[in-house]
């Protein structure tokens, strides 16, 4: 996903785009619209909830003809990350894989589907296994055998990784909870993470998958 250049500076630390310049879409905390254009457009998408709402109503304003610009002199209150501090990391991340999946199959048209979905899908797919080696058992779990690098960590190398990441203390909090709650506190256990959060939004994506084609035969 792309970053918001510039967020967090001071005004006078930004150089604005021009009154009137044509924007993609513009950002849903910070907008102005004439109800006949959102109207016209369908507003948000209620299925989005959060983030990329803002996405896919340029997307539309674009479709049905009208033009999002920019204006610069314009002034707005908004609370920064209220809504994704309330949420968490997990759930936030889960808005963020799952929306940007459903905005582009939902408004691109045969040809930008044909060209860019495979990328799509692979650099959410490339996500998803790297997320999955967070955590050293996660990742001997899901390592192929048969890749060419060879077999996947041994035991020896997953502590050496673990006392890495974790430090002398993790590794002693590992051991006191194999041996409290025996071997099966070492097995890979699907928790509130990184690769959770990516499954949870590949759920969330096929699940509403009927809903994203009707969205986008409104178009």
């Known amino acids: ?6 967020q ?11 009154p009137g310049t044509e924007l993609p879409f513009a950002c849903g905390g910070n907008l102005a619209i004439r ?25 539309r304003l674009w479709a049905v003809g009208r033009e999002v610009v920019a204006a610069p002199d314009a002034v ?8 994704s501090t309330a949420l968490g990391d997990v759930r936030r991340g889960v808005l963020f894989e799952r929306n940007a999946l459903r905005t582009f199959f939902a408004c691109a048209d045969d040809d930008c589907r ?9 650099t959410f797919l490339h996500r998803m296994t790297t997320f999955a080696k967070e955590r050293p ?29 974790e430090g002398l203390t993790g590794c002693v909090r590992h051991l006191l909870a194999r041996s409290l ?6 097995n890979p256990a699907l928790e509130d993470g990184l690769l959770l ?23």
């Open 1 to 6: 996903h792309a970053f918001q250049l510039g």
């Open 8 to 18: 967090g500076f001071e005004v006078a630390d930004i150089e604005p785009p021009a």
């Open 35 to 59: 109800r006949s254009d959102w109207e016209a457009s369908g507003g948000f998408d209620r299925e989005l909830f959060a983030y990329f709402e803002d996405v896919d109503l340029g997307w």
């Open 76 to 83: 707005a209150r908004h609370r920064g990350a209220a809504t």
């Open 114 to 122: 044909s060209a860019f979905g495979p990328s799509v899908l692979a």
């Open 137 to 165: 058992e996660l990742e001997q779990a899901v390592a192929d055998p048969f890749a060419a690098e060879g077999a996947p960590p041994s035991r020896s190398d997953r502590w050496r990784r673990r006392l890495r990441d």
């Open 181 to 186: 709650l025996g071997a099966r506190v070492g």
């Open 197 to 219: 959060m990516q499954l949870r939004a590949a759920q969330g994506f096929f699940a509403g998958l009927d809903r994203t084609e009707e969205r986008r035969a409104e178009l």
